[in-house]
């Protein structure tokens, strides 16, 4: 299985896709300007306790409150309140908790009025992402994540992530992290730590406990609103996590993000560090070049395509996804309708899978498959959904098919649903209907590239049009582009892209930023 990670730097942040074996399974915009990322900390203030919800409103800089409940505010909030008090009153507690006095447990069935009260200050960690009309909801139970293990403050147990199956493995692990960890800190051990050496896991739990004490430094200063701890970006969080033999490439196209990628692969797998690579390939953007873009435009839709004939549709509301399996132009080469029925829902079931994946859908999805009459045939495709969704990094549920061939999904959801917009409006008439000659473009562009040479005085100028516009531009043995030498004596570079509209282009200047036409 050959992973591979695309990371395209825009204006508004970076584009990021993860493909295997060619095939696009995820898709992630990190936006440069976002705040209240999963695993971000802040210092925040208790604006409302509802003890008949049995939890608080927490004020974090968010348009609207955080939400909070009882049960995300780990055992030992006493610990975490006493400790995060001291520091605001400038207490010489230590950032390693060394020393520290831990507070008695709190009760798991206790109320949240006996523990938090209006305007106190409160350190909390981001569990999910504001959603549509909802603020982000939070946790107490602070965690900082490493390539091998998760450091958690005021606890003490040394947990061994479940899939690690191995007895011997397990203790060898539980003694050396036990061994090496500070004093009142937890340790969760993930599953790439596995058959890892001593030394590779104290340097991730010391970068760990490096970013915690940051986070405290940060704390001593801090005014309610505050981010204490930042979670690293989108794209590395995914090397993080997902990093390993199967990983091939590595590509970004910008030199900037090159060189902290660079960076951070050298800290995290030095071995890996060749498959990172730079696309400088000035004719085609890196997502044109590689196929991505098309992938992304056939991908998300409300209709998607199976390989037999067959196809999905997707509907959202707000309770619910609702994905309807049709068999559409199927070949009948099947003895009997079942036998189609069953080809056409394992097609289905690994494309769903993917699709989930890929859109991060979450709450409930509800699975309409084509009808089977045989349960054993409804198990298989149950088993074939269970192993194909077996990659997914999110938590889900899976309950068997019933006999209406009806499955229903639950699947965690931290952050908002990833859409594309795959509609396109006329590019011609903008959705009127009224249509006027889009073979005047080219006149609108030699028009405006005029008076950007001749009147502005331009330098450096590039242009980033349609493929059939762009050919139009090159054909011949000199071409237009060239003609616009001879007489500007400047080079105008173009770009194509897939993305725009037939009559949709851009001037860009030297420095590759937009130029506003009149």
């Not at 399974?25 to 990190?30: K, L, N, T």
């Not at 959202?316 to 079942?338: C, F, M, P, R």
Request: glycine fraction near 6%; charge should be positive.
């Amino acid at each position: 299985m050959s992973n591979e990670l695309y990371i395209s730097s825009t204006q508004k942040g970076e584009r990021i896709a993860l493909l295997q074996d060619k095939r696009l399974i995820e898709y992630h915009f990190d936006n440069a300007e976002s705040h209240f990322a999963v695993g971000d900390i802040y210092l925040g203030t208790v604006k409302k306790v509802v003890s008949g919800l049995n939890a608080a409103f927490i004020d974090i800089g968010y348009e609207k409150d955080a939400f909070l409940h009882y049960h995300d505010l780990s055992p030992n909030i006493k610990s975490l309140n006493a400790y995060t008090k001291g520091i605001l009153n400038k207490k010489p507690f230590s950032t390693k908790l060394k020393g520290f006095r831990m507070q008695p447990q709190i009760d798991k069935l206790g109320k949240i009025t006996d523990v938090l009260t209006k305007g106190q200050p409160i350190l909390v960690q981001v569990v999910k992402e504001p959603i549509s009309s909802k603020g982000p909801r939070l946790s107490c139970d602070i965690s900082i994540a490493g390539r091998y293990v998760v450091l958690v403050p005021f606890a003490n147990a040394v947990n061994i992530s479940k899939k690690i199956t191995s007895k011997q493995e397990r203790q060898r692990l539980h003694k050396l992290l036990y061994s090496v960890k500070p004093e009142n800190f937890g340790v969760i051990v993930r599953t790439v730590a596995e058959n890892k050496d001593i030394q590779d896991l104290q340097r991730d739990l010391e970068e760990c406990v490096e970013k915690w004490e940051a986070g405290i430094r940060a704390l001593k200063s801090a005014k309610s609103r505050d981010r204490i701890v930042t979670e690293m970006d989108r794209a590395a969080s995914l090397l993080r996590d997902m990093l390993n033999d199967d990983f091939d490439n590595i590509v970004v196209d910008d030199k900037d993000n090159f060189d902290k990628i660079s960076s951070f692969l050298q800290s995290i797998a030095p071995e890996k560090a060749k498959i990172l690579k730079y696309h400088n390939n000035t004719k085609s953007k890196l997502y044109e070049h590689y196929g991505i873009e098309k992938q992304l435009k056939s991908c998300f839709g409300k209709s998607v395509s199976l390989p037999s004939g067959g196809y999905l549709i997707i509907e959202h509301t707000e309770a619910l996804h609702v994905i309807d399996v049709n068999s559409g132009n199927k070949s009948t080469k099947e003895d009997d309708q079942e036998a189609t029925a069953i080809n056409v829902n394992k097609e289905a079931a690994k494309e769903i899978a993917r699709q989930l994946r890929l859109r991060d859908m979450g709450g409930i999805v509800v699975v309409d498959f084509i009808d089977m009459k045989k349960a054993q045939n409804r198990r298989e495709i149950n088993e074939v959904l269970k192993a194909e969704m077996k990659g997914d990094r999110s938590k889900y549920t899976i309950l068997p098919i019933t006999k209406f061939g009806l499955a229903q999904i639950t699947r965690q959801r931290v952050r908002p649903e990833m859409n594309i917009i795959t509609k396109e409006k006329c590019p011609t008439c903008s959705g009127t209907g009224n249509i006027q000659a889009s073979i005047a473009v080219t006149d609108t562009i030699e028009n405006n590239l005029e008076h950007l040479m001749e009147k502005q005085n331009e330098s450096g100028v590039s242009m980033i049009l349609h493929p059939f516009i762009y050919a139009y531009y090159k054909e011949g043995l000199v071409s237009r582009q060239m003609k616009w030498f001879f007489k500007y004596k400047k080079w105008i570079k173009l770009t194509k892209d897939t993305s725009l509209g037939v009559t949709d282009f851009h001037f860009l200047n030297s420095h590759g930023e937009e130029i506003e036409l009149a």
